[in-house]
Every structure is written in C-alpha cells, then in structure tokens.
C-alpha cells in the first residue's frame, strides 16, 4: 500500500513538471507555492484533531478481530511498528509501562510487518513486555488511513473516537510531558 502511494506521488511529482509554468510564454511568472515545513520526528501534531476514528478492523496472530470503533468509552492510543523499525522496537517498553500504570487508556500497538507474522507476538512480548497486544496489519492500511509516511507513528483519541493528537517518528513515552498529553482527552 505504502508503495502504490510512493509511485502516486512519483506520477504526480511528473505530472507538475510536465506542467509547470512555462517562462518563455511572455506572461507573468506563477507565484510560488507556500510548502509548510515538516514537523520534527516525535513532534505533537494537532492539525487533524477532532477527527474522528476510522471505522477499523484489526486481527491478532490467532486470528481475533477488534473494530476500533467498538473502543469507544475511554481513551486510545494507537501506535504503529514494525520489528525491522529500530525507533518503533526501542518504543516498545515504554508503551508497556504506559499502558500499565493507565489503565484508563487502552494502547493498541498495530505491527505494520507484511511477512513472518507468526513472530510478531514472540517478538513484542520480549522487546516489549506483558501490557501490550500484538495486533496485525499486514496490508499497512491503517497506515495509509492515517497518511503515515513514517514509522512509528501514533495517534490519540479521546473517549468519543475524537483524534487530539499523533506524532510521526519516535517519541519518548515516560514523564511529565506524556502525562499532560495524555490529559488531554480527560
């Protein structure tokens, strides 16, 4: 999925320069595009808040489905991995103890592997801990659903389904910043 985006955007990217602005017409020059800079990796990104959840499915190794529309309730943060993703790997034990010491806020880490499922399960239980449940998403559609260009990537939503943040890349999970995060969708 994260591919047939890459060469969408590859086309389009094509497209622009087949065309772009042609100088030697006579006419005025087209003004140029204001092209907001990227948010820095791990940076609190609130442009999508209020948005509601998708209307997902998720299985787990055994095959067990989840609807994340059926969380709503209490607060969830979604968090996508892969193991082959080092910043993801070395998230893991915090989102563990996050999701132990907040028991009011369920956290569903999605692993965004396309092959070897079968190992995800082992994997997050030793790289991660005992909190956390290996949900799967082998087609990366979340992603996409999300527009995560990166990984890790993890979203917040509020009891009603609301998004009130996400954060693209690796982020630390422990102290007094993540707890006043986390209250915000008290």
Known sequence: M???RSLKSV???CAVLLAGCDRESGGSA???ASIAAPLKAGAIDRSRKGSQMPDFQLKDPAGKALNLAHLKGKPVLINLWATWCAPCVAELPQLDQLAA???GIKVLTVN???DKLDRVAPFLAQKGGTSLEPWLNPDNSLAFQFGAETLPATVYYDAEGRE????LGERTWTGEDTKALLAEAE
């Open 2 to 4: 994260l591919l047939s």
């Open 11 to 13: 086309a389009l990217g």
């Open 30 to 32: 087209q003004p140029q």
């Open 101 to 103: 010491n907040n028991p």
């Open 112 to 114: 965004q592997d396309m």
């Open 164 to 167: 009130v943040w996400r954060v």
